[in-house]
């Protein structure tokens, strides 16, 4: 006779052969070694020495409900409604017809959360689309299920509010001289509002800034300018020493006659390795008489 707070364990030949539910039952003595063992199933888990020899037996399927908890996870039972406790890795077993049951399975181990496609404008009236990556894990089993329907997705929301308000203060060139001071800021707000959902938050961190075509064109053109002006810049300073130079060199020369004439002597040997080269010094006095001297 099982009672119904009870169930029933049948053991032939000490091998495990069935479950019972509640009800009477006849067994046949004297053919098998026919043991039953009546089990109290008022506390719905089933806890027993043999449960894995109960549980792989086909018998068990519409009495017993198995629940398997993986490494890095935790599992969580409630029933009639009730949460009763926090399941570790492992199979558990429950009694079926003990009340309304509830199996939650919890992932621990950390994840990302892909923010993509973020359509926002700055404080400058530009708009533009932002793909951020998140990563976060469970801390509070119990809270990430019962606080909100789907905790993954009360973050979404967050993190969505948080990057519409950081973005939307800052101006288009604040925002991109300096991404990571923007994600350092939406890591912080996203990170105060993650415990209130049983989770924590790693890291949050701007992916991509995607400008409109006609933006992106127009900053091209304002970093071709800028490259530009540049190389210009450079060009100049590069004369103004060259002629420095030069004016330095006239300057010596000038000061020194005997340099000059070294110098000139120089420039004349040039012209003498230059075959097939005429020179055409003028008329007379200058350059063509100290050219003459020299010769």
């Known amino acids: 006779d099982v009672r119904d707070h009870e169930r029933a364990l049948v053991w032939v030949d000490n091998r495990f052969r069935m479950a019972l539910r509640p009800g009477l039952y006849i067994t046949w003595k004297g053919l098998n070694d026919v043991r039953v063992e009546v089990v109290d199933a008022t506390g719905v888990m089933l806890s027993h020495r043999d449960q894995a020899a109960i549980l792989q037996n086909g018998a068990t399927q519409y009495v017993l409900n198995p ?14 409604g009730q949460f009763q406790s926090v399941l570790k890795p492992g199979t558990h077993a429950f009694w079926t017809g003990m009340g309304k049951l509830k199996l939650l399975l919890v992932e621990l181990r950390e994840r990302t959360l892909d923010i993509s496609g973020q359509e926002i404008m700055t404080n400058d009236k530009v708009t533009l689309r932002l793909n951020a990556l998140l990563t976060y894990r469970v801390t509070d089993a119990l809270k990430s299920v019962t606080v909100t329907e789907d905790a993954t997705q009360a973050l979404y929301r967050e993190a969505q509010l948080a990057l ?33 959902f049983g989770l924590e938050v790693r890291s949050l961190g701007i992916r991509d800034v995607i400008l409109p075509g006609d933006m992106k064109e127009l900053m091209n053109k304002v970093t071709e300018a800028k490259k530009a002006s540049e190389a210009s810049l450079i060009n100049r300073r590069e004369e103004t020493a060259a002629m420095r130079m030069q004016a330095n060199t006239a300057k010596i020369l000038e000061n020194q006659p005997v340099l000059m ?16 080269l005429t020179v055409l010094l003028g008329e007379n006095g200058g350059l063509k008489d100290r050219v003459t001297k020299l010769l």
């Open 261 to 276: 004439k070294l110098r000139e002597l120089e420039v004349l040997e040039k012209i003498a390795a230059t075959s097939n």
């Open 164 to 196: 519409r308000g950081v973005i939307g203060a800052r101006e288009l060139d604040a925002l991109l001289s300096d991404k990571d001071a923007v994600a350092a800021e939406l890591e912080g707000i996203v990170k105060t509002k993650a415990p209130e």
């Open 67 to 80: 629940f398997t908890v993986e490494a890095g996870q935790v599992g969580l039972w409630f029933l009639d």
